[in-house]
Nanobody, 121 residues
Framework: QVQLVESGGGLVQAGGSLRLACAAS????????MRWYRQAPGKQRELAAT???????AYADSVKGRFTISRDNVKNTVYLQMNSLKPEDTAVYSC???????????????WGQGTQVTVSS
């Protein structure tokens, strides 16, 4: 099995920064794309940022220029550096990853449990 565990959430004032991390563990042969989603109360889940295995990145317009996604392939970890935070960034942030467990195996998408980010005004 594969587990994804997020860390780094918390309470921060508007204009501040946080860095989230999501570490994958278990039986892993390779990890393709990794993503950060967020869901605010009463709103639909939003794809905030994506990073491919070759480190190409993509961002939602709402976070572009403020958030940076990166990954450490040795540690099987994806990060989300969040700067210039706004109250509307308040949400549960969850990561997912497309994991291949064996060289011949199918790629499955695994999810973390989520971490709360609260931005006060």
């Amino acid at each position: 099995q594969v587990q994804l565990v997020e860390s780094g959430g918390g309470l921060v004032q508007a204009g501040g920064s946080l860095r989230l991390a999501c570490a994958a563990s278990g039986r892993i042969f390779s990890i393709n794309a990794m993503r950060w989603y967020r869901q605010a109360p009463g709103k639909q889940r939003e794809l905030a940022a994506t990073i491919t295995s070759s480190s190409s990145t993509a961002y939602a317009d709402s976070v572009k220029g403020r958030f940076t996604i990166s990954r450490d392939n040795v540690k099987n970890t994806v990060y989300l550096q969040m700067n210039s935070l706004k109250p509307e960034d308040t949400a549960v942030y969850s990561c997912n990853a497309d994991v291949q467990q064996t060289p011949w195996g199918t790629t499955y998408t695994y999810w973390g449990q989520g971490t709360q980010v609260t931005v006060s005004s």
